[in-house]
């Protein structure tokens, strides 16, 4: 069945005639002869293409009346034609401006074949509507998923400031350079660009550049052909390509060379990349940067190339540390906790509010990541979570920071070993940074520069074990 058809005519010769040969070709159809009936039958049948007289005689309403009731109280996408004799100007007029598909005369000129042909362009017409409609409820609910997924909290005036550049540039499609403390919310801030972008929808893709190794930096930016390289048993395309119409995530960039720093620059310039072993292709690819440097290491030539920093000085967006943000901690403790409470404990008698001080004594290095983990933590090994339970382990994380401030060199230049003094400075800082992140050694590999296999290796060699290390 191609689709089907309600008639509201009160000539039944001449709307049984129609009704046949509609029939003949494949429709469904449906005859009404008043505007009661017409009503009656319109929900159940729910047609997709309606055929109108104007003059229906012993009906309550006529043809525009009903036309006028559909546009402005019927919630569904039906096409209307009206056919109809001896209609003035104005009426035609009317009828076009109320939303008519289109309209056909009766008399002579009356074509039963231009009728059927423009039944099948409203059809067709009415379809594409509806996937139209689909796919913007469909961009909604992705906006709404990625919305929960990656909500950025607060409400200080710091982070209103920082949403406020960050939805300005997405709007007018800038590449964007995140810079801030470990653990400020980079990520969060990068998938907010997208979420405000005209790009969204389209592909975007997260790489963490600490993570990548010198040899296949190329390979995995720009891609490569079969053949280009020893290991290089298929072809492969990088992620400038893939992103292409869409939107890369450069994630601590200041780890790239200063040689794949003046690639992604071509790139970014030229909107071409080179592909290993293989030829230039043009790219429309949108880039975020971000990096836990300050601008003073920026703005150094042997650890970011100033043609690429002068490039997007104008774009940068610095992300406030915790301490900074004042109430906004009440809000993202809150929000943690939650997040974990039907998974881990159950809070009881908590009053946020009276904690502001308490919580704001501590300096929160880790920032944002170092809340959810303190709360985590707090989730997992308490039963009942209260104002007094949040300050016993405020206080313990307060006295761990007091030792590590107050200790200094002496105890490594007591060491006349200069390996053993090493591995002893090394030891406790790799201690005191996976301590900072709940021991969960991707977080902290990411943290301190190091590649995760590396960190590993450290671990092994100078004895730290922890029960609840996690990957």
């Known amino acids: 069945m191609k689709g089907k058809i309600l008639i509201l005519e009160d000539d039944t010769v001449l709307s049984e005639q129609i009704a046949n040969v509609v029939k003949h070709y494949d429709y469904e159809a449906m005859l009404t002869v008043n505007s009661d009936q017409f009503f009656d039958v319109l929900r159940s049948f729910q047609p997709d293409v309606i055929l109108l007289d104007v ?6 309403m006529n043809g525009i009346q009903v036309l006028q009731h559909l546009k402005n109280d019927m919630d569904l996408n039906y096409k209307v034609i009206v056919i109809s004799g001896e209609v003035t ?19 002579s ?15 067709t017409l009415k379809k594409q509507e509806e996937e139209h409609i689909g796919l913007q409820i469909e961009y909604i609910n992705l906006k709404k998923q990625f919305t929960r997924s990656f909500p950025f909290i607060g409400e200080s005036e710091a982070i209103k400031k920082v949403r406020e550049q960050i939805t300005r540039l997405a709007s007018v499609d800038e590449d964007i350079f995140l810079i801030g403390e470990t ?11 997208y979420i405000y972008s005209p790009r969204f929808g389209k592909p975007f893709h997260t790489v963490n550049c600490s993570a990548l190794s010198e040899s296949l930096i190329e390979s995995e ?9 020893t290991s290089a048993d298929r072809s492969k395309i990088g992620f400038f390509e893939e992103c292409s119409n869409g939107i890369l995530f450069l994630d601590e960039v200041t780890n790239l060379s200063l040689m794949s720093q003046s690639k992604i620059l071509r790139a970014i310039e030229n909107k071409e990349i080179q592909v290993v072993g293989g ?5 429309e690819t949108r880039l975020i940067f971000a990096s836990n440097a300050g601008l003073d290491k920026l703005s150094d030539e042997n650890i970011f190339r100033k043609d ?5 000085e104008g774009n940068i967006v610095k992300l406030p540390p915790l301490r900074e943000r004042d109430d906004d901690i009440l809000l993202l403790i809150c929000y943690f906790l939650t997040s974990f409470s039907s998974q881990y404990s159950v809070m009881d008698s908590l009053d946020l509010p009276a904690l502001k001080d308490v919580l704001l004594s501590y300096s929160w290095p880790g920032n944002v990541r170092e809340l959810r983990n303190f709360c985590k933590f707090i989730m997992i090994n308490e039963k009942k979570i209260n104002n007094n339970v949040i300050k016993k382990h405020l206080q313990q994380k307060n006295n761990q920071s007091l030792y590590y401030r107050n200790s200094d060199n002496a105890k490594y230049l007591r060491i006349h070993n200069i390996k053993e003094s090493v591995a002893s400075f090394e030891r406790d800082y790799l201690m ?16 301190i520069g190091l590649e995760r296999t590396t960190l590993y290796k450290k671990i092994k060699a100078l004895g730290i074990n922890h029960l609840t290390m996690e990957e």
């Open 279 to 283: 030829n230039l292709k043009k790219v």
């Open 308 to 312: 690429l920093f002068y490039r997007i």
């Open 221 to 229: 930016l720009f891609g490569h052909i079969k053949g280009s390289f």
């Open 89 to 107: 100007s104005s009426q035609i007029s009317e009828i076009r401006a109320l939303g008519a598909y289109h309209f056909i005369e009766k008399g």
């Open 432 to 447: 005191y940074y996976l301590t900072l992140h709940n021991w969960k050694v991707s977080q902290t590999a990411d943290a």
């Open 109 to 123: 000129a009356f074509s039963i074949n231009q009728l059927l042909l423009h039944i099948e362009n409203a059809i």
């Open 183 to 193: 653990g400020t919310g980079k990520e969060i801030a990068a998938n907010y660009y």
């Open 55 to 60: 003059f229906l005689v012993g009906s309550k």
